[in-house]
């Protein structure tokens, strides 16, 4: 299976940033679509940014258009998140996702949580105001 690990969260005041990054020691991510969740003490986990496993399209919640970019680099097996001008609002456990059941699928609408089969153990973003 893809085995999954998430790194670069922290605290940072708002209005800052800081790139989070997710990589496979099992299996290749690259015939797999990937994704960033995050999940906020008491709420549900929720789609951040999804990409496909091609690269080309990318896809991203509202909150988050213009702040976020998510990328991938299939030769290092490493998923990335960029996020700039961080709120308080974003402060949540980041888990990155793969669709490790399903190579090389075509992403047509916004991913869910259930369309990811292997999933990291999440970093912690905090945002102060």
């Known amino acids: 299976q893809v085995q999954l690990v998430e790194s670069g969260g922290g605290l940072v005041q708002a209005g800052g940033s800081l790139r989070l990054s997710c990589t496979s020691s099992g299996r290749p991510i690259r015939p797999y679509a990937m994704g960033w969740f995050r999940q906020a003490p008491g709420k549900e986990r929720e789609f951040v940014s999804a990409?496909?496993?091609?690269?080309?399209?990318?896809f991203y919640t509202d909150s988050v258009k213009g702040r976020f970019t998510i990328s991938r680099d299939n030769a290092a097996n490493t998923l990335y998140l960029q996020m700039n001008n961080l709120k308080p609002e974003d402060t949540a456990v980041y888990y990155c996702?793969?669709?490790?059941?399903?190579?090389?699928?075509?992403?047509?609408?916004?991913?869910?949580?259930?369309?990811?089969?292997?999933w990291g153990q999440g970093t912690q973003v905090t945002v102060s105001s």
């Open positions: 996702a793969a669709d490790q059941d399903r190579p090389y699928r075509m992403i047509i609408v916004v991913p869910g949580v259930d369309d990811f089969a292997s």
């Open positions: 990409i496909s496993w091609t690269g080309k399209s990318t």
